[in-house]
């Protein structure tokens, strides 16, 4: 059974197409326009072992936050489709990950109950071109779309690169495991509900 997801997602402020593949090496293809946005999502992919390829145009002669926020929401679609009726995974998943001084913890539940808790605070305004708040609405929008509850939180830390990348690799290693079939419930939907 073959995971991918692919989604194309037009409107007058961006085009964007996302291919995943859940069951892939953590290859990557990503342009969004935005160098910042696609190191953290190549994180993404690298540390998921996500197949992960983007291509986004947007209106960056305004700003940068439809981008980040329909690269999120694509993103999120194509992952749902992938997972197609969610048989077989584990479903819940945290990490903890540190980056020299900083140490972020993520948990999960990839439940089709979207829901982000974000405590996560940056000391600076802008990390590359982009601005820092921007990092939640993409989060918020991943989660959304994928039908994710994120609980993500810094625990400290001073750089806010650091934290931000921390952010994307604990949710990659998440991903990586709540993603993965459980060989002993291969077959079910990991709910007594029957259905998520």
């Not at 990490?95 to 605070?121: F, G, H, Q």
Request: proline share 2%; aromatic share 6%.
């Amino acid at each position: 059974m073959s995971r991918i997801g692919k989604v194309s997602r037009k409107t007058k402020e961006t085009s964007i197409s996302v291919e995943v593949n859940i069951d892939g090496k953590g290859q990557y293809k990503i342009d969004t326009g935005i160098g910042f946005l696609d190191h953290m999502l190549e994180q993404l992919s690298k540390h998921s072992l996500i197949d992960l390829k983007v291509k986004a145009k947007g209106d960056t002669h305004i700003d940068l936050h439809h981008t980040t926020e329909d690269t999120g929401i694509a993103i999120g679609e194509a992952l749902k489709k992938a997972l197609k009726d969610f048989k077989g995974i584990k479903r819940y998943a945290h990490a903890m990950i540190p980056m020299d001084e900083t140490l972020t913890r993520v948990a999960i539940d990839v439940s089709n109950r979207p829901y982000l808790i974000w405590k996560v605070k940056l000391k600076v305004e802008r990390l590359g071109e982009m601005d820092t708040e921007l990092f939640k609405e993409w989060f918020q929008a991943f989660s959304q779309s994928a039908g994710i509850t994120l609980h993500m939180e810094n625990i400290y830390g001073d750089n806010s690169h650091h934290i931000i990348e921390s952010c994307y690799k604990a949710l990659a290693r998440s991903l990586r495991t709540a993603l993965e079939i459980d060989p002993r419930n291969k077959k079910s939907i990991p709910s007594t509900k029957g259905s998520l």
